[in-house]
Nanobody
C-alpha cells in the first residue's frame, strides 16, 4: 500500500517561509515521479514542482512559473521524504498542497496540507 503524508503547512505572512514535507511509504520516492500540486477552493489542482529523474532532456527540477525562484523541491532518500521549501510567500500561494507519486502507471496522493498566507 502506497501512502503519502504531507505536513508542515500552516499560516504565514507575506514574505515568510514554510517547508512542507511529504513522507512516502510503500514505494521509493526516487523510483517514481514525485510531484507537488496545490489547489484553492473553486480552482482546479495546479502543478507546483516535480523531480525529473526520467527525462534527461529536461532540468532535474521543474517548477511552475508562479513559484520559480521562490520554491525549492528537494528529497531525502534515506527518509523517503520529499520537501517543498517555500520562500517569499505571497497571498496567492494560499492553497492545500498535495504531493503525488506516479508509479507503475498509477497516481498516489496524500491528504494535503493547508497553507494560508495573509497579513
Amino acid at each position: 500500500q502506497v501512502q503519502l503524508v504531507e505536513s508542515g503547512g500552516g499560516a504565514a505572512q507575506p514574505g515568510e517561509s514554510l517547508r512542507l514535507s511529504c513522507a512516502v511509504s510503500g514505494a521509493l520516492i526516487n523510483r517514481g515521479i514525485l510531484v507537488w500540486y496545490r489547489q484553492s477552493p473553486g480552482k482546479e489542482r495546479e502543478f507546483v514542482a516535480r523531480f525529473n529523474d526520467d527525462f534527461t532532456s529536461l532540468p532535474p527540477l521543474i517548477y511552475d512559473s508562479s513559484v520559480e525562484g521562490r520554491f525549492t523541491i528537494s528529497r531525502d532518500t534515506g527518509k523517503n521524504t520529499a520537501y517543498l521549501q517555500m520562500n517569499h510567500l505571497k497571498p496567492e500561494d494560499t492553497a492545500v498542497y498535495y504531493c503525488s507519486l506516479n508509479k507503475g502507471g498509477q497516481n498516489y496522493w496524500g491528504q494535503g496540507t493547508q497553507v494560508t498566507v495573509s497579513s
